[in-house]
């Protein structure tokens, strides 16, 4: 979303939905994800989902990720334990001098063979180079090739394979995020790497998505701010949308790159973008930019909304509560306009087109669009504005999502 709200927005709407419904100031950091993540925010327990499945305790003797016989319990438990033998060390890449442990990244990743975590070194230009492999001994003393298949920062999926020939699984990678030549934070991120993806994890990023923007319109209802079923649905297609990368998009399996984000909602849950930042300051899982969220505050003050926007947008519930908060309102004064009216009753555009083409550029010219085009406005729109309304209808063609907010 790369916009501010004009001024023509800042009057507050009465208008509720029609009918025809029915029918990010980031500061200088790392480039740690696609071009959109940068006081570790967590959602409070009363707001995050218990997504995750009883866990055995029994450790078999060998385990298996993606489609075999690991599950999502399993998983995370791996992933979690993964993260405290990484935390466990005294700092980040603790054994390499101060003056470059800034310049390498700690990859965890299991051997599923001996159902043992191994820690990896990385230099960071290595892992940020797309194609780059390297021969490395882990932790244990285990030669691997380590290949990056996608550069991404945190996000980077890379495979592990030791001299037989066996799989690893990447777990977690420790990422020193620099600013200023100091390590500003410590990144624990688990990317979508090959041997990960599973029905379960696509599964899990789902519900966890699916719930999270059910508690949001839980929290505004509690406060008399009623919230569409229609509008959730189409905020938790948004929440992939926005994060669908256009290049790959128009090149790649278009069904495996939506999974790819849910799998991440499903790794990561409330870290979910936490580190992403777009060219224009857009940041987190709803990719809004600081001077939309500052008036979405000051027109719900009773939201109580966190006032620094970084910190508001790394944590789920906040962003998500002003995500929904921006859309409700933007809806109420697009639907005031007489030409969206128009070619809502014309069938010329429907509702999930205006909103989603309002959300990503610049809500207060739709309805010139609209009059100016009729029912070719979808030319007048930016370009990449036309390739997310594609983007979009695309993911509801091939990934539908559940109605029943």
Same mark, same amino acid.
């Not at 791996?78 to 603790?94: C, G």
């Given at each position: 979303m790369k916009f501010r709200l004009t001024a023509s927005i800042f009057l507050l709407s009465t208008t509720v939905f029609t009918s025809a419904l029915a029918q990010t100031s980031s500061p200088n950091s790392d480039?740690? %994800?696609r071009p959109r993540v940068v006081a570790n925010v967590r959602v409070k327990n009363e707001d995050r989902p218990d997504l995750r499945p009883t866990v055995a305790s029994n450790r078999p003797q060998t385990e298996s990720i993606g489609n075999r016989s690991l599950g999502m319990g399993r998983l995370r438990a =791996?992933? @979690? #334990? /993964? #993260? =405290?033998?990484? =935390?466990?060390? %005294? #700092?980040?890449? /603790?054994y390499l001098p101060k003056s470059t442990s800034l310049s390498y990244v700690t990859v965890a990743a299991l051997d599923p063979a001996q159902s043992r975590i191994h820690l990896i070194v990385v230099p960071k230009e290595t892992f940020l180079k797309r194609g780059s492999m390297m021969s490395l001994s882990t932790s244990m003393g285990t030669p691997v090739t380590l290949r990056v298949l996608r550069a991404n920062g945190v996000n980077t999926a890379v495979t592990v394979v030791d001299q037989s020939g066996r799989n690893f699984t990447p777990l977690l990678v420790q990422y020193p995020v620099e600013r200023g030549g100091r390590l500003a934070e410590t990144a624990y991120y688990t990317s979508v790497h090959p041997m990960l993806v599973s029905n379960d994890v696509v599964s899990a990023g789902q519900s966890y998505l699916h719930s999270m923007l059910d508690l949001s319109a839980k929290r505004l209802r509690a406060k008399n701010i009623m919230i569409s079923p229609q509008l959730v649905g189409m905020a938790e297609r948004l929440c992939i949308v926005e994060h669908s990368d256009h290049t790959r998009f128009n090149s790649e399996n278009r069904k495996e790159l939506f999974n790819e984000i849910y799998s991440l909602y499903g790794l990561n849950e409330q870290n979910t973008y936490r580190y992403a930042v777009s060219t224009a300051g857009a940041g987190g899982i709803a990719q809004m930019i600081p001077a939309t969220y500052q008036t979405i505050r000051r027109l719900y003050p009773q939201m109580n909304l966190t006032p @620094?926007?970084?910190?508001?947008? =790394?944590?789920h519930s906040n962003a998500l509560d002003a995500m929904l908060l921006y859309m409700h309102y933007t809806w109420n004064e697009m639907s005031n306009s007489s030409d969206v009216q128009n070619a809502l009753n014309r069938g010329i555009a429907a509702p999930y087109e205006l909103m989603a083409a309002g959300y990503n550029s610049n809500p207060a010219k739709i309805p010139k669009y609209l009059r100016e085009g009729g029912s070719g406005w979808r030319s007048l729109i930016p370009h990449e504005t036309q390739l997310y309304l594609t983007i979009y209808k695309s993911l509801d063609t091939i990934s539908p999502i559940r109605q029943n907010h």
């Open positions: 480039p740690i %994800t =791996r992933i @979690d #334990e /993964a #993260e =405290r033998l990484l =935390r466990s060390r %005294t #700092e980040p890449t /603790a @620094d926007f970084v910190t508001g947008m =790394r944590n």
